[in-house]
């Protein structure tokens, strides 16, 4: 009775999928801290990011090590004064206003952006 219900509930299983269809994409958030560099590379980053219930803060850094300890280590206390709003779709993030059409690299630890901040790291990824 056993190996009879397995079966069925096998061929239930492939009956049930459509064939040519499309999986969704991986789903990314903009939540989190995100390091932005004026140069296409990480260990340059000078200004961070955070996207929190639908605000953005921001924290600059001058002389910066390079490396996310010191990112890490910043607090609600290191931000600059003031916040901006956000709001994010799936594929696009609505920033100070203005739509901007996001794509996700790296398991979304690289977001890439049609606006003002061409790319943004994660910064608890390590892409680079």
Not at 44 to 65: L, Q, W
Request: with cysteine; glycine share 8%.
């Amino acid at each position: 009775m056993k190996k009879v219900l397995l079966v069925v509930l096998t061929v239930a299983t492939f009956m049930s999928c459509e064939k040519g269809q499309n999986l969704p994409a991986p789903y990314f958030t903009v939540e989190g801290k995100w390091i932005w560099s004026p140069s296409d590379n990480r260990a340059d980053a000078n200004t961070m990011f955070e996207f929190v219930d639908g605000n953005v803060y921001t924290s600059y850094c001058i002389t910066c090590p390079g490396d996310d300890d010191y990112w890490n280590s910043l607090d609600s206390a290191d931000r600059i004064p003031g916040a901006d709003t956000y709001t994010f779709d799936g594929d696009t993030l609505v920033w100070k206003g203005t739509p901007r059409g996001i794509t996700f690299e790296c398991d979304g630890g690289k977001l890439f952006s049609n606006g003002e901040f061409s790319h943004l790291w994660r910064l608890s990824s390590s892409c680079q």
